[in-house]
Nanobody, 123 residues
Framework: QVQLVESGGGLVQAGGSLRLSCADS????????MGWFRQAPGKEREFVVS????????YYVNSVKGRFTISRDNAKNMVYLQMNSLKPEDTAVYYC????????????????WGRGTQVTVSS
């Protein structure tokens, strides 16, 4: 079973950076693609980025390309999201997710979810 716990959220000024972490206490971590979704107030949850089990492949939505970087450490069962040049529109609850499928068409249907961590970007 996959259990995901996010950390690293907080309040940051526009243009600043944050690094989110996600710990996976389940088994076979490297067999799962990992990723991040976010949900802003009053909006639907949206897919942001994913990384393959080996870490070789990544998939970013256009709105975060060049600003966000996903990485993983399979020895530690951890996945990270480095967020730079943050904008107020990045304000959302960020959720870590895991699945054995791969994104397609700009979205991803992940089965396992964390509880989320709040990221707030002030202008």
């Amino acid at each position: 079973q996959v259990q995901l716990v996010e950390s690293g959220g907080g309040l940051v000024q526009a243009g600043g950076s944050l690094r989110l972490s996600c710990a996976d206490s389940g088994r076979s971590f490297s067999s799962y693609a990992m990723g991040w979704f976010r949900q802003a107030p009053g909006k639907e949850r949206e897919f942001v980025v994913s990384i393959s089990g080996s870490g070789v492949r990544t998939y970013y939505v256009n709105s975060v390309k060049g600003r966000f970087t996903i990485s993983r450490d399979n020895a530690k069962n951890m996945v990270y999201l480095q967020m730079n040049s943050l904008k107020p529109e990045d304000t959302a609850v960020y959720y870590c997710a895991a699945d054995q499928s791969w994104p397609s068409g700009g979205t991803w249907y992940a089965v396992y979810w964390g509880r989320g961590t709040q990221v707030t970007v002030s202008s």
